[in-house]
Protein backbone atom coordinates (compact mmCIF):
# COMPACT_ATOMS: atom_id res chain seq x y z
CA UNK A 1 0.00 0.00 0.00
CA UNK A 2 1.22 3.55 -1.10
CA UNK A 3 2.07 5.96 1.92
CA UNK A 4 1.34 9.19 1.05
CA UNK A 5 2.44 12.49 3.21
CA UNK A 6 1.59 15.96 2.58
CA UNK A 7 4.02 18.75 4.07
CA UNK A 8 5.11 22.10 3.33
CA UNK A 9 8.75 21.40 1.62
CA UNK A 10 10.14 18.35 0.55
CA UNK A 11 13.82 18.15 0.96
CA UNK A 12 15.89 15.67 -1.11
CA UNK A 13 19.26 15.29 0.55
CA UNK A 14 19.91 14.54 4.67
CA UNK A 15 23.31 15.63 4.34
CA UNK A 16 24.21 18.29 6.71
CA UNK A 17 23.22 21.53 4.23
CA UNK A 18 20.31 19.18 3.89
CA UNK A 19 19.54 18.91 7.97
CA UNK A 20 20.07 22.85 8.14
CA UNK A 21 17.31 23.71 5.46
CA UNK A 22 15.14 21.15 8.16
CA UNK A 23 15.79 24.10 10.64
CA UNK A 24 15.35 27.41 8.39
CA UNK A 25 12.65 26.25 7.14
CA UNK A 26 11.24 25.57 10.78
CA UNK A 27 11.86 28.96 11.76
CA UNK A 28 9.98 30.51 9.01
CA UNK A 29 7.22 28.08 10.32
CA UNK A 30 7.85 25.46 7.67
CA UNK A 31 6.99 21.54 7.95
CA UNK A 32 9.51 19.58 6.13
CA UNK A 33 10.09 16.25 5.27
CA UNK A 34 13.42 14.75 3.78
CA UNK A 35 14.10 12.23 1.23
CA UNK A 36 17.64 10.49 1.48
CA UNK A 37 18.97 7.50 -0.46
CA UNK A 38 21.34 6.07 2.42
CA UNK A 39 20.04 4.52 5.30
CA UNK A 40 21.37 7.06 7.74
CA UNK A 41 21.68 10.96 7.93
CA UNK A 42 24.46 13.09 6.95
CA UNK A 43 25.79 12.42 3.70
CA UNK A 44 29.10 12.00 2.97
CA UNK A 45 29.70 13.22 6.32
CA UNK A 46 27.96 10.02 7.60
CA UNK A 47 29.38 7.67 4.60
CA UNK A 48 32.93 8.37 4.22
CA UNK A 49 34.22 10.81 6.79
CA UNK A 50 32.38 10.55 9.97
CA UNK A 51 35.88 10.93 11.78
CA UNK A 52 37.09 13.89 9.36
CA UNK A 53 38.22 16.93 11.00
CA UNK A 54 36.46 20.31 9.19
CA UNK A 55 38.25 23.57 10.43
CA UNK A 56 35.78 25.96 8.61
CA UNK A 57 32.84 25.62 10.52
CA UNK A 58 32.16 29.51 11.94
CA UNK A 59 31.83 29.05 15.84
CA UNK A 60 33.56 25.39 15.35
CA UNK A 61 37.10 25.84 15.61
CA UNK A 62 37.43 22.09 15.25
CA UNK A 63 34.56 19.78 14.52
CA UNK A 64 34.66 16.04 13.19
CA UNK A 65 32.05 15.60 10.41
CA UNK A 66 30.01 13.03 12.57
CA UNK A 67 29.62 15.51 15.60
CA UNK A 68 28.42 18.37 13.15
CA UNK A 69 26.32 16.31 11.29
CA UNK A 70 24.64 15.20 15.17
CA UNK A 71 24.64 18.47 16.42
CA UNK A 72 22.38 19.47 12.85
CA UNK A 73 20.17 16.84 13.88
CA UNK A 74 19.90 18.21 17.19
CA UNK A 75 19.40 21.62 16.08
CA UNK A 76 16.82 20.70 13.55
CA UNK A 77 14.57 18.17 15.87
CA UNK A 78 12.70 21.15 17.44
CA UNK A 79 10.57 21.39 13.91
CA UNK A 80 9.60 17.80 14.16
CA UNK A 81 10.83 16.64 10.49
CA UNK A 82 9.75 13.27 8.92
CA UNK A 83 12.08 11.55 7.40
CA UNK A 84 12.22 8.54 4.45
CA UNK A 85 15.75 7.09 4.27
CA UNK A 86 16.79 3.87 2.33
CA UNK A 87 15.08 5.51 -0.46
CA UNK A 88 15.53 7.75 -3.62
CA UNK A 89 13.38 9.94 -5.29
CA UNK A 90 11.85 8.85 -8.74
CA UNK A 91 9.54 10.79 -10.26
CA UNK A 92 8.56 14.65 -9.79
CA UNK A 93 5.21 16.11 -11.16
CA UNK A 94 3.10 18.80 -10.43
CA UNK A 95 0.06 20.27 -10.46
CA UNK A 96 -1.84 23.29 -9.08
CA UNK A 97 1.11 24.52 -7.31
CA UNK A 98 1.54 21.32 -5.60
CA UNK A 99 4.42 18.60 -6.34
CA UNK A 100 4.38 15.12 -6.17
CA UNK A 101 7.60 13.52 -5.34
CA UNK A 102 7.31 9.55 -5.80
CA UNK A 103 10.50 7.44 -4.15
CA UNK A 104 11.60 4.18 -5.32
CA UNK A 105 9.91 2.52 -2.48
CA UNK A 106 6.30 3.72 -3.62
CA UNK A 107 5.87 6.55 -0.84
CA UNK A 108 4.51 9.44 -2.02
CA UNK A 109 4.79 12.97 -0.90
CA UNK A 110 2.84 16.14 -1.92
CA UNK A 111 4.73 19.69 -0.95
CA UNK A 112 4.08 23.41 -2.22
CA UNK A 113 7.91 23.41 -2.45
CA UNK A 114 10.91 21.02 -2.75
CA UNK A 115 14.38 21.96 -1.70
CA UNK A 116 17.05 19.59 -3.56
CA UNK A 117 20.28 19.10 -1.11
CA UNK A 118 21.41 16.29 -3.01
CA UNK A 119 25.52 17.03 -2.97
CA UNK A 120 26.95 15.85 -5.04
CA UNK A 121 23.93 13.85 -6.38
CA UNK A 122 24.21 10.12 -5.52
CA UNK A 123 27.73 9.09 -5.37
CA UNK A 124 30.07 5.67 -4.69
CA UNK A 125 34.05 6.07 -4.66
CA UNK A 126 36.22 5.77 -7.53
CA UNK A 127 37.73 2.70 -7.34
CA UNK A 128 41.18 1.77 -8.43
CA UNK A 129 41.77 -0.74 -11.65
CA UNK A 130 43.44 -3.80 -9.21
CA UNK A 131 43.05 -7.34 -10.05
CA UNK A 132 41.35 -9.13 -6.76
CA UNK A 133 40.14 -5.61 -5.22
CA UNK A 134 37.21 -6.60 -4.12
CA UNK A 135 38.23 -9.69 -1.94
CA UNK A 136 39.28 -7.30 0.52
CA UNK A 137 37.09 -3.85 0.50
CA UNK A 138 35.45 -3.72 4.09
CA UNK A 139 37.94 -5.71 5.71
CA UNK A 140 41.08 -4.53 5.04
CA UNK A 141 40.50 -2.11 1.85
CA UNK A 142 38.02 0.86 2.40
CA UNK A 143 37.14 4.10 1.17
CA UNK A 144 36.00 5.60 3.64
CA UNK A 145 36.77 5.57 7.30
CA UNK A 146 34.11 5.58 10.36
CA UNK A 147 36.79 4.55 13.11
CA UNK A 148 40.66 5.51 13.22
CA UNK A 149 41.30 3.71 15.96
CA UNK A 150 40.75 0.08 14.41
CA UNK A 151 44.31 1.27 12.27
CA UNK A 152 45.96 1.61 15.72
CA UNK A 153 49.70 0.49 15.53
CA UNK A 154 48.75 -0.82 11.88
CA UNK A 155 50.15 -0.15 8.33
CA UNK A 156 48.55 1.91 6.67
CA UNK A 157 49.24 2.58 3.44
CA UNK A 158 46.82 5.77 1.87
CA UNK A 159 46.75 6.43 -2.21
CA UNK A 160 45.43 9.11 -3.22
CA UNK A 161 46.21 13.31 -3.49
CA UNK A 162 43.72 15.52 -2.66
CA UNK A 163 42.58 16.65 0.97
CA UNK A 164 40.86 13.58 1.90
CA UNK A 165 43.93 11.35 1.36
CA UNK A 166 46.19 14.30 3.22
CA UNK A 167 43.61 14.71 5.92
CA UNK A 168 44.06 11.00 6.69
CA UNK A 169 47.69 10.84 6.64
CA UNK A 170 47.88 13.52 9.32
CA UNK A 171 45.00 12.27 11.45
CA UNK A 172 46.36 8.72 11.54
CA UNK A 173 50.36 9.43 11.85
CA UNK A 174 49.68 9.78 15.86
CA UNK A 175 47.74 5.97 15.54
CA UNK A 176 49.43 3.94 12.96
CA UNK A 177 52.16 2.17 13.25
CA UNK A 178 53.20 3.46 9.80
CA UNK A 179 51.20 5.80 7.67
CA UNK A 180 52.79 5.71 4.05
CA UNK A 181 51.06 7.78 1.09
CA UNK A 182 51.19 6.88 -2.37
CA UNK A 183 50.25 9.93 -5.18
CA UNK A 184 51.17 9.94 -9.23
CA UNK A 185 52.62 13.01 -8.75
CA UNK A 186 55.44 14.87 -6.70
CA UNK A 187 52.64 17.46 -6.21
CA UNK A 188 49.63 17.05 -4.07
CA UNK A 189 46.51 18.64 -4.67
CA UNK A 190 44.99 19.54 -0.96
CA UNK A 191 44.98 22.61 1.17
CA UNK A 192 47.98 24.29 0.95
CA UNK A 193 47.98 24.09 4.96
CA UNK A 194 47.29 20.22 4.78
CA UNK A 195 50.11 19.98 2.14
CA UNK A 196 52.55 21.96 4.21
CA UNK A 197 51.73 19.66 7.35
CA UNK A 198 52.04 16.20 5.12
CA UNK A 199 55.68 17.47 4.04
CA UNK A 200 56.44 18.82 7.56
CA UNK A 201 55.72 14.88 8.97
CA UNK A 202 57.27 13.65 6.09
CA UNK A 203 61.03 15.84 7.22
CA UNK A 204 60.78 14.34 10.43
CA UNK A 205 60.12 11.25 9.29
CA UNK A 206 57.09 10.33 10.55
CA UNK A 207 55.47 9.23 7.17
CA UNK A 208 56.36 7.97 4.12
CA UNK A 209 55.73 10.02 0.45
CA UNK A 210 55.81 7.06 -2.49
CA UNK A 211 56.21 9.49 -5.22
CA UNK A 212 55.68 9.81 -7.88
CA UNK A 213 53.95 5.79 -7.82
CA UNK A 214 50.39 4.61 -8.60
CA UNK A 215 48.89 1.35 -6.67
CA UNK A 216 49.38 -1.60 -9.25
CA UNK A 217 48.68 -4.55 -6.69
CA UNK A 218 47.85 -6.31 -3.87
CA UNK A 219 48.15 -9.52 -2.13
CA UNK A 220 46.73 -11.52 1.36
CA UNK A 221 44.23 -14.12 2.26
CA UNK A 222 41.52 -14.40 4.00
CA UNK A 223 40.17 -11.08 3.07
CA UNK A 224 43.16 -9.31 4.90
CA UNK A 225 45.97 -7.30 2.75
CA UNK A 226 49.24 -8.49 3.55
CA UNK A 227 51.21 -6.44 0.39
CA UNK A 228 50.47 -3.25 -1.39
CA UNK A 229 52.83 -3.06 -4.81
CA UNK A 230 53.18 0.12 -6.29
CA UNK A 231 54.96 0.86 -9.74
CA UNK A 232 56.72 4.11 -10.75
CA UNK A 233 56.16 6.00 -13.80
CA UNK A 234 58.95 3.52 -15.25
CA UNK A 235 57.16 0.68 -14.38
CA UNK A 236 59.73 -0.14 -11.46
CA UNK A 237 57.72 -2.08 -8.83
CA UNK A 238 58.08 -1.32 -4.55
CA UNK A 239 56.60 -3.95 -2.25
CA UNK A 240 54.90 -2.23 1.07
CA UNK A 241 53.69 -4.19 4.44
CA UNK A 242 50.39 -3.39 4.90
CA UNK A 243 47.75 -4.08 7.11
CA UNK A 244 45.09 -1.70 5.42
CA UNK A 245 44.83 -0.23 2.18
CA UNK A 246 42.89 3.66 2.14
CA UNK A 247 41.59 4.64 -1.09
CA UNK A 248 40.53 8.45 -1.43
CA UNK A 249 40.43 8.85 -5.51
CA UNK A 250 37.30 10.98 -5.37
CA UNK A 251 33.55 9.85 -5.87
CA UNK A 252 31.70 8.86 -9.13
CA UNK A 253 28.72 10.80 -9.15
CA UNK A 254 25.08 11.24 -10.74
CA UNK A 255 22.06 13.26 -10.67
CA UNK A 256 19.67 10.21 -11.67
CA UNK A 257 15.86 11.64 -11.77
CA UNK A 258 16.38 15.02 -10.88
CA UNK A 259 18.51 15.55 -14.84
CA UNK A 260 14.77 14.40 -16.17
CA UNK A 261 12.91 17.03 -14.37
CA UNK A 262 13.65 20.01 -16.81
CA UNK A 263 15.44 22.12 -14.58
CA UNK A 264 18.35 24.18 -16.65
CA UNK A 265 21.70 21.92 -15.71
CA UNK A 266 25.44 23.01 -15.93
CA UNK A 267 28.14 20.44 -15.75
CA UNK A 268 25.82 18.06 -13.23
CA UNK A 269 25.11 20.92 -11.47
CA UNK A 270 21.78 22.92 -11.18
CA UNK A 271 21.51 26.42 -12.21
CA UNK A 272 20.17 28.81 -9.18
CA UNK A 273 18.89 32.70 -8.46
CA UNK A 274 21.45 33.22 -6.23
CA UNK A 275 19.09 35.80 -4.75
CA UNK A 276 16.62 33.17 -3.65
CA UNK A 277 18.47 29.62 -4.65
CA UNK A 278 15.55 28.84 -6.56
CA UNK A 279 16.50 26.48 -9.86
CA UNK A 280 14.72 27.60 -13.30
CA UNK A 281 11.78 25.14 -12.67
CA UNK A 282 9.17 27.34 -10.24
CA UNK A 283 8.69 26.24 -6.81
CA UNK A 284 12.07 24.06 -6.60
CA UNK A 285 15.12 25.29 -5.21
CA UNK A 286 18.65 23.84 -4.91
CA UNK A 287 21.39 24.35 -1.95
CA UNK A 288 24.66 22.89 -1.25
CA UNK A 289 27.15 21.79 -3.49
CA UNK A 290 24.50 20.19 -6.29
CA UNK A 291 23.94 24.34 -6.92
CA UNK A 292 25.78 26.74 -8.95
CA UNK A 293 25.84 30.58 -10.49
CA UNK A 294 28.90 32.75 -11.03
CA UNK A 295 31.51 32.24 -8.56
CA UNK A 296 29.61 30.35 -6.62
CA UNK A 297 32.17 28.41 -3.42
CA UNK A 298 31.26 25.03 -2.41
CA UNK A 299 31.74 25.12 1.12
CA UNK A 300 29.21 24.16 3.56
CA UNK A 301 28.59 27.71 4.77
CA UNK A 302 27.80 28.82 1.50
CA UNK A 303 25.17 25.97 1.67
CA UNK A 304 23.79 27.21 4.88
CA UNK A 305 23.36 30.24 3.32
CA UNK A 306 21.57 28.92 0.57
CA UNK A 307 19.21 27.68 2.78
CA UNK A 308 18.17 30.58 4.38
CA UNK A 309 17.39 32.49 1.13
CA UNK A 310 15.51 29.45 0.08
CA UNK A 311 13.42 29.07 2.93
CA UNK A 312 12.46 32.85 3.07
CA UNK A 313 11.52 32.61 -0.65
CA UNK A 314 9.58 29.27 0.04
CA UNK A 315 7.94 30.98 2.57
CA UNK A 316 6.91 34.19 0.27
CA UNK A 317 5.90 32.15 -2.55
CA UNK A 318 2.97 30.02 -0.22
CA UNK A 319 2.13 33.22 2.06
CA UNK A 320 1.86 35.77 -0.66
CA UNK A 321 -0.10 37.78 1.80
CA UNK A 322 1.07 37.47 4.60
CA UNK A 323 4.35 39.10 4.45
CA UNK A 324 7.09 37.73 6.62
CA UNK A 325 8.17 39.67 10.17
CA UNK A 326 11.60 39.14 9.79
CA UNK A 327 12.83 38.12 13.71
CA UNK A 328 16.55 36.85 14.53
CA UNK A 329 16.71 33.86 16.32
CA UNK A 330 17.84 35.37 19.25
CA UNK A 331 14.67 37.14 19.64
CA UNK A 332 12.66 34.10 18.45
CA UNK A 333 14.09 31.13 19.79
CA UNK A 334 13.18 27.73 19.27
CA UNK A 335 10.04 25.19 19.81
CA UNK A 336 10.70 23.85 23.56
Known amino acids: MTKQYNTDVAIIGAGPVGLFAIFECGMVGLNCHVIDALEEIGGQCTALYPEKPIYDIAGLPNVRAGDLIANLEKQS ?4 PTYHLGQSVDSLTEKDGTFTLTTSK ?8 VIIAGGAGAFGPNRPPIEGLENFEGTSVFYAIRNKEQFRDKNVIIAGGGDSALDWTIALEPIAKSVTIVHRREKFRGAPDSVSK ?16 QLKSIAG ?15 ETVDLNADALLCFFGLAT ?6 EWGIDIEKKELRI ?7 SLSGVYAVGDIATYPHKLKLILTGF ?3 AQAAHSIYDRINPDKPLHFEYS ?6 K
Open 273 to 279: NQETSET
Open 305 to 307: AEC
Open 254 to 259: SLGAIS
Open 77 to 80: APYK
Open 330 to 335: TTKGTP
Open 106 to 113: GTQIQARA
Open 198 to 213: LHALADAEKITLQTPY
Open 221 to 235: QNGQVETVTVADLDG
